[in-house]
Nanobody
């Protein structure tokens, strides 16, 4: 199974980008798909996740600005990023994993299946 991430680039503060993560197999095989990001020297951070039945979760710093969605017909998960800030600059990775449900919300459990990463740079 392979995940192909794309859509990164250079954008000024306040701009938008849409990342795509396309799977080499039926994406419904995965119970959840997510986007992480990593800045050099720091741990990889979960940004957003979406389950097979379209429940979503976001890190607090992107709530209201980013939206995760999926198109099962073309095995693709998207991350729409609006109102971008310089602190959103990072390499973004997609991952196929599993949700762990508890008390009505889920924790995302990553697997070893990662996309190759796409660079997002927010700068004027």
């Amino acid at each position: 199974v392979q995940l192909q991430a794309s859509g990164g680039g250079l954008v000024p503060p306040g701009g938008s980008l849409k990342l795509s993560c396309t799977a080499s197999t039926n994406i419904l095989r995965f119970n959840a798909v997510s986007w992480f990001r990593q800045v050099p020297g720091l741990q990889r951070e979960l940004v957003a996740a979406i389950t097979s039945d379209r429940h979503t979760k976001y890190v607090d710093s992107v709530k209201g600005r980013f939206g995760i969605s999926r198109d099962n017909a073309i095995n693709t998960v998207y991350l729409q990023m609006n109102s971008l800030k310089p602190e959103d600059t990072a390499v973004y990775y997609c991952n196929a994993g599993n949700p762990h449900w508890s008390s009505g919300s889920f924790t995302y459990i990553p697997s070893s299946t990662w996309g190759q990463g796409t660079q997002v740079t927010v700068s004027s």
